[in-house]
């Protein structure tokens, strides 16, 4: 297994990534369609470069890391290109949406970066996950970018704890959320 940084052919294995291991589970195809256009689809068609996968022997990716740096960019880019499909999926995804760009917005100068984490079940605890943290936070550095932040499940028990080992704390308690960060020397 390796880490490498993403390209176009990967993209039909994130998705399926991300809807392997979002919790709860998407059980028809419209929750399928919402999961990867909330976090998936915005990443891969524009700020792929911030990305990187673990791939198996076959090269094929089994987990990754995706990030956004421009929370401003992501805020419009979403707005005018993805809430209007949400809109017709799911009023109340989209209301959550709007309510976390408000809690974001708070957030960002300290943590100019977010991302997301995921990786296979089969591939999970074997180091994978912070090999991958490591490559994203060394990319960020090298970026100048001081901070980043992520938004996690509060009863995601292995995602708090994977991300307290990395070393990211606690910013902000939601109801049935948290908001973790970690700043970057
Ligand atoms: C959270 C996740 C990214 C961690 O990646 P990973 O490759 O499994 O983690 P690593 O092997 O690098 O680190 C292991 C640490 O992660 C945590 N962890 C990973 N799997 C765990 C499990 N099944 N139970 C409890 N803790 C677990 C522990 O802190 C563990 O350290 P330990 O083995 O010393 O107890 C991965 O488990 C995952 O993709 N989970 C599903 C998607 C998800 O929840 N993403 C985060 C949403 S915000």
């Known amino acids: 297994m390796d880490i490498r940084k993403y390209q176009d052919k990967d993209k039909k294995n994130l998705q399926y990534i991300c809807i392997a291991t979002a919790r709860p589970l998407p059980k028809n ?18 700020e792929s470069e911030n990305i990187f996968v673990a791939v198996n022997d076959d090269d094929d990716a089994i987990g990754y890391i995706i990030c956004s740096t421009d929370y401003k960019k992501f805020k419009s880019v979403l707005k005018k290109r993805y809430l209007p499909k949400l809109w017709k999926l799911s009023k109340k995804k989209w209301l959550l ?11 960002t100068k300290k943590y100019p970066a977010f991302l997301h984490i995921n990786i296979l079940d089969g591939y999970q605890r074997k180091g994978l996950g912070h090999k991958l943290m490591d490559a994203l936070v060394g990319h960020l550095r090298n970026q100048g970018v001081k901070g980043v932040m992520l938004g996690v499940g509060s009863d995601n028990e292995k995602g708090i704890s994977f991300y307290k080992k990395y070393g990211f704390h606690e910013v902000m308690k939601l109801p049935g959320a948290l908001k973790m960060g970690l700043f970057i020397e």
């Open 29 to 46: 195809q419209k929750e399928r369609d919402i999961v990867t256009l909330l976090y998936n689809d915005y990443f891969t068609e524009n």
């Open 97 to 107: 949406m709007r309510l976390e760009f408000l809690i974001d917005n708070r957030l």
